[in-house]
C-alpha cells in the first residue's frame, strides 16, 4: 500500500556515480575525508565501471587529477590529459555507460581557482576559451554530456558555441549553474586536491543566502543553451531545487556533495546514524524537491540498496 501510494520514486537509473580519476597506473587510493570512495588510475576504470553497472548505475561523472598543474591549467584541455583518457577506456570497456566530464580549471591550476589569474584576480573572459577547449577534448574523446562547474559568466554560451563549431553537436552540456559558495565541499578539495591556494570561490560562486540570485543564473544558462540545469549543493539547498522545479521544463540535476556524504558516513561509523535509512532518506528528499538526476557519492551503495529493497 505505502509504495502505491508514495509520490517520489528513487531509481539507480536516476543517479550518477562522480569518479575521481588520477594519473599513474594500478592505483586505487582511498580518499580518506570520504569512506568507500577512491581516486583510480585510468587502468583501474574498467573493474570499477563494470561494478557500477552491476549494481545498476549508468551514468557517471569525471574529475581529472592530472600529473602537474600550472598557472593556466593546461592539463584540463591537453588531448592525452587524464579525463580524456577515462572517457575513451569507459566507452570502450562500457559503449552503453553515459559518461559526463567535469569542465574547470580549479584541479588544473597550481592556484587551484576555477580560472585564470590576472592582477590577483580569477579573469572571467580569459578563463572562457580555455574551458570551451576542455569541453571539446572531452566530446572529442566521447563524453556524452560535459558539466561546466567554474561559475564563469558565459560559460555555457562560450562551450556550447565549441561544441557545435567542431562537429559535437550532439554532446550534451549541463550547466552548475546554480553553485553555492559551500563549506560542504571540504572532502571534495580533499578528493581532487583542489583548495584555492589564496582566496576563496565566493567572488564567481553564489552566496547561500540568496535563491533568487539562483533562478536568475539557471534562466542565464538555459539562455545560453543548457540542456540541464544543477544546483549544488543539494540537502542545503532544497528549496532552491523546487523552486527551480516549478519554474523550468529542463532536467534538473542536483549535486549531493562530498559534506553530505560525509557527514553521513561519519556519524553512522561513530554509530550515532542507520546509514542506510539516512542516505536513502536524504536522495529520496532531493528527488522529492524535484531532482530529475542526482549526482552522489552514495549511488553504487544506494543502487544495491534499492535491489535489496526490490
Ligand atoms: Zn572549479
Not at 9 to 23: K, Q
Not at 60 to 76: C, I, M, N, R, Y
Not at 140 to 155: E, H, L, T, W
Not at 233 to 251: G, Q, S, T
Amino acid at each position: 500500500m505505502r509504495r502505491l501510494m508514495n509520490e517520489t520514486d528513487l531509481r539507480a537509473s536516476r543517479l550518477i556515480a562522480p569518479i575521481f580519476v588520477r594519473h599513474g597506473d594500478g592505483i586505487m587510493e582511498p580518499v580518506e575525508a570520504m569512506p568507500g570512495v577512491n581516486r583510480y588510475s585510468v587502468d583501474k576504470l574498467e573493474g570499477y565501471i563494470s561494478r557500477l553497472q552491476d549494481a545498476g548505475i549508468r551514468a557517471v561523472l569525471l574529475f581529472g587529477l592530472p600529473e602537474s598543474k600550472d598557472e593556466l591549467g593546461s592539463q584540463a584541455y591537453a588531448s592525452d590529459g587524464v579525463v580524456p583518457r577515462a572517457i575513451a577506456e569507459i566507452k570502450k570497456a562500457a559503449p552503453s555507460v553515459l559518461v559526463a566530464a567535469d569542465v574547470c580549471l580549479c584541479e588544473y591550476t597550481s592556484h587551484g581557482h576555477c580560472g585564470v589569474i590576472k592582477d590577483g584576480k580569477v579573469d572571467n573572459d580569459l578563463t572562457l576559451p580555455l574551458l570551451a577547449r576542455a569541453a571539446v577534448e572531452y566530446a572529442r574523446a566521447g563524453a556524452d554530456m560535459v558539466g561546466p562547474s567554474a561559475m564563469m559568466d558565459r560559460q555555457v554560451a562560450a562551450i556550447r558555441k565549441a561544441l557545435d563549431d567542431s562537429g559535437h553537436q550532439e554532446t550534451i552540456v549541463m550547466g552548475y549553474s546554480a553553485k553555492f559558495a559551500s563549506s560542504f565541499y571540504g572532502p571534495f578539495r580533499e578528493a581532487a586536491g583542489s583548495a584555492p591556494s589564496f582566496g576563496d570561490r565566493k567572488s564567481y560562486q553564489m552566496s547561500g543566502a540568496n535563491s533568487r540570485e539562483a533562478i536568475r543564473e539557471i534562466e542565464e544558462d538555459i539562455k545560453e543553451g543548457a540542456d540541464v540545469v544543477m544546483v549544488k549543493p543539494a540537502l542545503a539547498y532544497l528549496d532552491v531545487i523546487a523552486k527551480a522545479r516549478a519554474r523550468f521544463n529542463l532536467p534538473i540535476a542536483a549535486y549531493n556533495v562530498s559534506g553530505e556524504y560525509s557527514m553521513i558516513k561519519a556519524a553512522s561509523s561513530n554509530g550515532w546514524l542507520d546509514e542506510r535509512m539516512v542516505a536513502m532518506e536524504v536522495l529520496t528528499s532531493i528527488r522529492r524537491a524535484g531532482a530529475d538526476m542526482i549526482i552522489t557519492y552514495f549511488a553504487e551503495q544506494a543502487a544495491n540498496w534499492l535491489k535489496e529493497s526490490a
